[in-house]
């Protein structure tokens, strides 16, 4: 009998690696995502209002978000790559959470370059901001990466995973919560009339969310240990899974892909929230942070009560499924609905909330069943699915800006349509279409919401050790 098969042979008959994780773990695991979750919350709500307000094009600050988003894409599967190889998830998480709370005041707060070569054109303005969103970006996949490969590293009960799953998906809510509150309090308190002004007020807000994530990742540093199943498998000197293992299963690209959709659905849809329910909507100021609250609080609920659940694939999939049709119906509403009626607005945030918990629980998860027990490739499978999910989200959003950009300014109060004037050689051209805020927060995430009910559809989801919680959360 070969090393690799004893170590295998000892780990399914421990039953310490199949019993369901304990109550005070399962949250001291979902607290370490919190400094992450809070700046990502911060990004991409904040970011391209924030870079609009202060002089950049759209076009500039969709250049800025993208230039995170590739840095972030390719450093999670570097860094993916390195914990495969020499493990310590707690040191990469440490290390990337110290990079994300030392850099993203710097992304909020003002061009730095402009100040010591004492210029402020937009290009180097445009230039200092995308190096600073690259930077807090590595350090963010660092902590990312690191804390999601563990999951498949601390059980292999696939219960278990789906509730430490849903666990960080609730203290994602919490800190986009937390977030909303610190922007209500700072907006209210103080009033931007100068740029100076303006880029104070999100400094506020960057230090605020810095702190409050900080003292989360104290928590989860110091009360979580290092998973016993990765370091039973550094001394096997067979363990190390090749990409190519991975490449060749069906699964890992249906899983990418359904991954990649998911996070698109959310961060798109995240991203011009507030520009819809402004610009095209006409609602009040307090509606930008209202919205959103309703959406994350609901969004908190369903994953809360998703840890109550043994889960099996053929469950995961039937719930994604019903996520996923749910956006379908909510991104429709978005994109006919008119000005007159934007108080309906509240109503389809519920729905929206529901959807995205119900998705990004069951979507993850997905992602444990794809590894199940070959932990050494772990950080490598979150690295490349986090690849495709920034690089995806980064591209669409500059495109997005880029038609934003070139879209006509004079609207029809009632209705979903806007429509432009054009006087040519003493004709009048009229021309139609739809706000491109419309098709970010209502056309694109329902698209991707049908696509991926469609292919998780075709998948064979097996889920061993599948051992219902012996402990209620709730309780």
């Known amino acids: 009998m070969t090393s690799s098969t004893v170590m295998n042979y000892d780990i399914e008959n421990d039953d310490s690696f199949t019993q369901p994780v304990g109550r005070w773990s399962v949250l001291y695991y979902g607290s370490g995502h919190m400094l992450n979750d809070i700046t990502a919350a911060c990004w991409f709500t904040y970011l391209l209002l924030f870079l609009t307000d202060i002089g950049l094009s759209p076009r500039g600050a969709a250049a800025v978000m993208l230039s995170g988003q590739i840095a972030d894409g390719f450093a999670t599967i570097f860094i993916g790559e390195l914990i495969d190889r020499f493990g310590h998830f707690k040191i990469w998480h440490g290390a990337g959470s110290a990079l994300v709370a030392v850099s993203f005041s710097s992304v909020f707060g003002g061009c730095m370059p402009c100040r010591i070569l004492s210029t402020s054109t937009l290009k180097v303005e445009t230039i200092s901001y995308c190096a600073f969103a690259a930077i807090f970006n590595v350090g963010w996949a660092a902590t990312q990466v690191a804390h999601m490969s563990m999951v498949n590293c601390i059980t292999l009960n696939s219960t278990s995973r789906v509730v430490l799953t849903s666990c960080r998906n609730a203290f994602t809510m919490v800190a986009n919560l937390s977030l909303y509150a610190i922007a209500f309090i700072v907006f209210s308190v103080s009033t931007a009339k100068t740029h100076a002004d303006l880029e104070n007020q999100y400094r506020w807000i960057a230090y605020s969310s810095i702190f409050i994530g900080c003292c989360f990742v104290g928590i989860f540093l110091s009360r979580t240990e290092e998973p016993r199943l990765k370091m039973g498998l550094r001394g096997n000197s067979h363990a190390r899974i090749s990409w190519a293992y991975w490449f060749k299963k069906i699964l890992y690209y249906q899983v990418a892909l359904v991954y990649m959709l998911t996070r698109l659905v959310v961060n798109v849809s995240q991203a011009y929230l507030a520009f819809y329910v402004i610009n095209d909507l006409r609602m009040g100021q307090s509606a930008k942070a209202l919205v959103p609250a309703i959406i994350y609080i609901c969004s908190f609920i369903v994953s809360i009560l998703l840890q109550e659940m043994a889960w099996t694939g053929q469950r995961l999939k039937a719930y994604y499924s ?154």
């Open 322 to 475: 019903a996520g996923g049709v749910l956006w379908v119906f909510c991104g429709a509403g978005i994109l006919i609905l008119p000005m007159n009626m934007s108080a309906f607005m509240y109503v389809l945030a519920i729905f929206v909330g529901i959807a995205n918990a119900l998705m990004m629980v069951t979507g993850i998860s997905m992602q444990n069943v794809l590894v199940g027990e070959d932990l050494s490739g772990c950080a490598f499978v979150c690295g490349t699915l986090s690849f495709l999910d920034k690089m995806s989200c980064g591209i669409a959003v500059y495109v997005l800006q880029s038609y934003q950009s070139m879209s006509p300014t004079v609207r029809d109060n009632n209705s979903s349509i806007t429509s432009l004037t054009v006087l040519d050689n003493n004709s009048l051209i009229s021309t139609s279409y739809i706000s491109v805020t419309r098709f970010g927060l209502g056309l694109i995430p329902a698209i991707c919401s049908l696509v991926s009910v469609a292919v998780t559809c075709t998948m064979k989801l097996h889920t061993p050790y599948s051992k219902p919680l012996v402990e209620p959360l709730l309780q």
